[in-house]
Structure formats: C-alpha cells, structure tokens
C-alpha cells in the first residue's frame, strides 16, 4: 500500500467548476483553501487516528492562477508532529492542457489539533503515520 504521508501522489485531485470563479476568471482563493484543508485534515486524521481541527495556517502566497479546466492535484505530507497536533505541509499544482510541466500554484503548513468527544485537544496517538 501506498505511504498516504508520503507525497508521491496526490491526496486529492480536483477539477473547479465553473461557480468557483471569481470576476477575474480565475478560481476563488477561498476554493484552493478549502482543497487544502480537506487534503491536509485526510492526512492528519490518519495520524490522530479520529477527528482533528484546523487550528492555524501559516502565511501563504498563491503563485499563479487556477483556470477553469485545470487539474488541481494536492500533496500533504506530515511536517512535524507534537503532542496533540501535527503539522502537515501541503503543496498544489496544476496540470493545464498544452503546458507541459505541473504549475505550482501555492504551498503551507496547516496545523491541526487532534480532538476528542469534547472536542478539547487530545494526545496523538503512537505508531500512527
Ligand atoms: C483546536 C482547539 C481545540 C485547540 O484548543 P486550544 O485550547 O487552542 O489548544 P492548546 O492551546 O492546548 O494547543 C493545542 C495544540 O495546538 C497547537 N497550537 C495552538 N495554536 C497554534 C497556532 N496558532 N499555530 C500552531 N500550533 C498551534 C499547540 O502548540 C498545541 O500543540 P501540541 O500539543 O502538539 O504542543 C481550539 O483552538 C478550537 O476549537 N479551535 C477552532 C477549530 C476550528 O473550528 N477550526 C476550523 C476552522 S473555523
């Protein structure tokens, strides 16, 4: 089986829609954000082994622009783990129709909080991803 921490292939691959668009044309921020978050809470739900909560984002530049029709691939990969949170850093590209390599599109560190039932922080578990 494939190491879902490791990042040879994407946690998520997407294609926006064309109500992700914003007046400019290009895909909303809000949209890549949400890819991101998804993809990274996969990753760090494995490691916590139950339910996680986004608790920061580290600052973050959006390099280029998403187009309607490109295929948005999403990498997460576990960056650092703590005592009841673990970093995940993630990268996006797009694959675009007449250009030849994937365009990097945006990287961050998401860090989550892995929580219990009262939804308070709860300790990794060991032995996870
Ligand atoms: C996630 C949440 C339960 C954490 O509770 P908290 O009282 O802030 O937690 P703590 O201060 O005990 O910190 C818990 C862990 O988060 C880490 N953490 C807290 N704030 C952080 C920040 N700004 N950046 C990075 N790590 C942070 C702490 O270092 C700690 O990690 P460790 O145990 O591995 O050392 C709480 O903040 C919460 O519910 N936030 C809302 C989550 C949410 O709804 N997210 C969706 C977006 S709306």
Known sequence: MTDPTHPREPILRVVPMPSDINS?????????????????????????????????????????PILVRDLVSIYAQVARRGRT?????IDVVAERHGVA?????????????????DA??????????
Do not use: C, Y
């Open 24 to 64: 400019n044309g290009h895909i909303f921020g809000g949209w890549v954000l949400a890819q991101m978050d998804i993809a990274g809470g996969i990753v760090a739900g494995r490691v916590a082994n139950g339910p996680v909560a986004t608790v920061a984002i580290e600052t973050m530049k959006f390099i280029a």
């Open 85 to 89: 949170s673990v970093a995940i850093s």
């Open 101 to 117: 390599d994937p365009i990097p599109l945006t990287s961050a560190i998401f860090t989550f909080v892995a929580i219990g039932e």
């Open 120 to 129: 308070r922080p709860r300790k990794l578990p060991t032995g996870t991803a």
